[in-house]
């Protein structure tokens, strides 16, 4: 069966320091792969989405970026961050057949 | 510009009655919607999903009923139960013929459901 797995699960960190969130799926090959941001009180945002290695599309304009070094390996980086960029951000999969996107444990991270 | 809506912040519930989660949507490019289930601290679980070509899908205690003409969707759970409990989110994607387009997701804002014993 199929596991997502997201690192760290929470984290403090200052503004204007550097972010690296991981995200691993085990068990199926070539998946979709996706981050979403929940920001306090709100809906899940579609930051990025990769359908293979090196390829990353962007849907939000922000000081985030993020890259897919391997099939099943997504990171999550910023080289400065803001106050605004707290929130719980959740990596997710699927296969490229399917609409159903399943997502890992998440990880709330807080900009201080 | 919000094109997934879930106007009902919170929901309250007794154990055994029937809980019905609304969801409106504007863009009639979508063509898929799906219902997650989200504890705090958590990521959203899928829980059902259903296609433009239906009105309905059920399994098991829950049922989603979709009405294109007025882009809405619901989502009804009977009987309710307190391990219900949580934040339920609709989601939505247009038509898509693999790959790219099987990514674009568009969350409502949820509604928490309480299902009280």
């Known amino acids: 069966s199929q596991t997502i797995h997201q690192w760290p699960a929470t984290l403090v960190q200052p503004v204007g320091s550097p972010l690296s969130l991981e995200c691993t799926v085990e068990?199926?090959?070539?998946?979709?792969l996706y981050w979403y941001r929940q920001a306090a009180g709100r809906g899940l945002q579609l930051l990025f989405y990769s359908v293979g290695i090196g390829q990353i599309s962007s849907e939000v304009p922000q000081n985030l970026s993020a890259s897919r070094p391997q099939d099943r390996q997504f990171i999550l980086s910023s080289k400065k961050l803001l106050l605004s960029d707290s929130g719980f951000y959740l990596c997710a999969w699927s296969l490229d057949t399917n609409y159903e996107q399943y997502f890992g444990p998440g990880t709330r991270l807080t900009v201080t | 510009d919000q094109q997934v809506k879930q106007n009902s912040p919170s929901l309250s519930v007794q154990e055994g009655r029937i809980s019905i989660l609304n969801c409106d949507y504007t863009n009639s490019m979508f063509d898929y919607f799906l219902w997650y289930k989200k504890y705090p601290a958590e990521g959203p679980t899928f829980l059902i999903s259903?296609?433009?070509?239906?009105d309905k899908n059920e399994d098991g205690r829950f049922t989603v009923f979709l009405n294109k003409s007025a882009k809405h969707l619901s989502l009804h759970i009977v009987p309710s139960q307190p391990g219900d409990s949580a934040v339920y989110f609709c989601a939505a994607s247009p038509l898509g013929a693999g790959g790219t387009s099987y990514g674009k997701l568009t969350f409502g804002q949820g509604t928490i459901l309480t299902v009280h014993p």
């Open positions: 259903i296609s433009s070509i239906k």
């Open positions: 068990g199926t090959s070539n998946p979709n």
